[in-house]
């Protein structure tokens, strides 16, 4: 992993890097000072990008590589929004078709209206004037071998962070309402079937706003491996991409930015979880961790269910061996999967639902530690 940033120190702890974070003023960020006493720990054989900024005091809390470019994935339609709407006039009036496509494309990540705006409003030319109007330093549109990949857009933590201090603090009302009230509305799956819950929403109680991106992964809208990309290609647009990004705490306190890229072959379950892990050891000031007890599904296609049962609605499934938060457990149905079999049935606060114990954890009949459900 490239280091860009100074006064870290480096430690190994099994196969994981832990970067401890002293005193900085990073160059690429004046009012930065970024100070815990808390770990960063990135997976192995992941490359991480990190900025954590913390609106309430000016300063940067975390960071790794913010300058390293990733591919966008879908974080680049932060900038198709702000395009659409930049010229809209003191009214901001966006006629019903608009609104419905950018809404869905905000809260679920929908595709095709970013294919849609895309083309509709010049391709890497939205992506070269949000870069002059904001002041972004590395971000750029896809290379000249993909000019249509709106997913193939490079973009860093540092700028990201840039992006959302926009929406934040300097845009006009009309646009802050409506792109911050889309992303704190973000669907559980995106509009192609991903759970996009993971990262800041798997980590934090409610109050966060979320933009996710992926890349790579089976079905993930053709914006995935490319194996003939150019050598000298300076975005990877090869290894499997997940990015979580936003704001969490009341008011927006904290933005959140953490670009990640993972082996090639990598399952999105996989990633998912080195993701959230990763995000579990940031310091994010006015963030509050949901409470519960993190454990490791097993098998693929785990059925959330709306009550304790096979009759309870299903209100999702979860990627293969994903982490998931549990904060208590009840009686039900008693599902019987030699060796494994259990009547009792872990509730998921993040989902509102239940998945029966044979799946989670050790597979055992009631997971330890973990209270009855009341």
């Known amino acids: 992993m490239k280091l860009l940033r100074s006064g870290l120190s480096v430690m190994l702890a099994g196969s994981s890097v832990i ?3 002293a005193s900085v003023t990073p160059s690429w960020a004046a009012t930065s000072s970024a100070t815990t006493a808390e770990a960063v720990v990135v997976p192995p ?3 991480a990008g990190i ?4 609106r309430q005091t000016g300063q940067f809390t975390d960071v790794l590589n ?5 591919r966008s994935a879908s974080v680049v339609k932060l900038l198709l929004v702000l395009d659409y709407l930049w010229d809209r006039g003191p ?3 966006v006629p019903p078709a608009d609104r419905a496509r950018l809404e869905v494309m905000l809260r679920s990540s929908d595709d095709d209206a970013a294919s849609y705006y895309w083309d509709h409003l010049g391709g890497s030319a939205i992506v070269d004037r949000m870069v ?3 002041g972004l330093t590395h971000t750029e549109g896809p290379p000249a071998t993909h000019p249509g990949f709106w997913g193939y857009a490079a973009f860093t933590a540092a700028d990201t962070v840039r992006i959302y201090r926009y929406l934040l603090d300097e845009a006009p009302e009309p646009v802050r309402t409506f792109v911050m009230g889309n992303l704190h509305q973000a669907t559980r799956y995106g509009t192609d079937g991903f759970d996009q819950y993971f990262g800041i929403s798997s980590v934090f109680d409610p109050a966060f706003a979320i933009k996710q991106g992926w890349s790579g992964f089976p079905s993930s809208s053709g914006f995935g491996s490319d194996k003939n990309k150019p050598k000298d290609a300076a975005v990877d647009l090869t290894s499997e991409a997940l990015h979580t990004t936003g704001t969490v705490g009341m008011g927006d306190r904290t933005i959140v930015a953490v670009y990640t890229l993972h082996p090639n072959g990598t399952g999105y379950g996989q990633a998912y979880n ?3 892990r990763l995000t579990r050891t940031l310091n994010v000031p006015g963030g509050v961790k949901s409470p519960g007890t993190w454990v490791t599904t097993t098998g693929s296609g785990l059925r959330v269910r709306s009550a304790p049962n096979t009759s309870g609605g299903v209100l999702g499934t979860l990627p293969s061996g994903v982490d998931v938060l549990v904060s208590c457990q009840k009686k039900g149905e008693l599902i019987d999967a030699p060796p494994r079999s259990s009547d009792w049935w872990a509730y998921l606060p993040k989902y509102d639902g239940y998945v029966t114990n044979v799946y989670v954890g050790t597979g055992g009949p009631k ?4 209270p009855d459900c009341h």
């Open 274 to 276: 080195n993701v959230t």
């Open 19 to 21: 970067w401890m974070t």
């Open 91 to 93: 009214e901001y009036d």
């Open 51 to 54: 900025a954590v900024f913390d």
């Open 367 to 370: 997971l330890p530690g973990v």
């Open 66 to 70: 913010p300058d390293l470019q990733f």
């Open 45 to 47: 054989g992941v490359t």
């Open 132 to 134: 002059a109007r904001l």
